[in-house]
């Protein structure tokens, strides 16, 4: 697959098979290219902790708030992204410019990490709506939970969806 037919494949995946499990090879490969994501001063200032069996019935439970994301306890595997210090440099970056890098960092992050899961024939969704509190509980984290991403096989049937997205006129200026 070329980058663009990554991006064409790719959606949110609501529906897992929560039997199915992701093959260790598969996921060593979506952590290795994980481990590429550029960053500010290469500080990768994330952490992944990869949430399996029980525990990733309870992080599903904690993004669930409200009757948000029921898809989520199917999914076999939730990969937790939780917000690291900075090294020096990108500290004094971050500061000096008044840009919070860590966000944009972890959003090229989840970025790869979407693009080899699909490259892999898996599916993932990006969650939000998380209790930072709980999750940091259930994973023994000191550091605020950015994102929650659930990963795994989509269920037979779960056919790739029309992408709604603005014109590239819309998105885009040119100046000269």
């Not at 939730?78 to 900075?86: A, D, G, K, M």
């Not at 096989?153 to 790739?160: F, H, Q, S």
């Amino acid at each position: 697959m070329n980058f663009t037919e990554i991006a064409e494949a790719r959606q949110s995946c609501r529906s897992y098979h929560p039997e199915r499990a992701v093959e260790r090879e598969k996921l060593d490969r979506i952590l290795a290219s994980a481990r590429l994501a550029p960053s500010a001063c290469n500080s990768q200032p994330y952490r992944i902790t990869v949430c399996k069996g029980k525990t990733a019935k309870q992080v599903a439970k904690a993004v669930q708030g409200m009757g948000m994301n029921k898809f989520a306890s199917d999914a076999p595997i939730l990969l937790v992204i939780s917000e690291q210090s900075y090294t020096p440099t990108a500290a004094i970056g971050s500061k000096v410019k008044g840009i919070d890098y860590r966000s944009i960092d972890i959003g090229i992050l989840s970025a790869y990490i979407t693009a080899e899961a699909t490259t892999q024939g898996l599916g993932t969704c990006i969650l939000g709506w998380l209790d930072d509190k709980v999750i940091r509980s259930i994973c023994g984290l000191d550091t605020p939970v950015r994102l929650v991403i659930t990963l795994g096989y989509p269920k037979d049937g779960d056919a790739l969806r029309p992408k709604k997205r603005k014109s590239v006129e819309e998105l885009v200026t040119v100046i000269e």
